[in-house]
């Protein structure tokens, strides 16, 4: 339903969460190709949401953040 909406959406898919403080450095893969499994702290995921806001490169795609 998300994705028919005429909404601007953005999925994010983190991998596996952890405690870790915000590195900046993670890797946002947007082709299914290369999603893989990996771990990313809340914070650098905060981070990554916290951009999209101003930022309109991901609307309507589900991009998988990990490092």
């Known amino acids: 339903m ?3 909406s005429a ?3 953005t ?3 983190p991998g ?3 405690n870790g403080s915000r590195t900046g450095r993670y890797k946002i ?3 299914p190709s290369q999603w893989r499994n990996g771990t990313i702290s809340r914070a650098d995921v905060a981070d990554f949401l916290v951009q ?5 490169i ?4 589900t991009p998988v953040l990990v490092y």
Do not use: G
């Open 2 to 4: 998300i994705k028919n």
């Open 7 to 9: 909404l601007d959406w």
């Open 11 to 13: 999925i994010v898919r």
């Open 16 to 18: 596996v969460l952890t």
């Open 29 to 31: 893969l947007k082709e």
């Open 52 to 56: 999209q806001i101003e930022s309109r």
């Open 58 to 61: 991901y609307v309507r795609q």
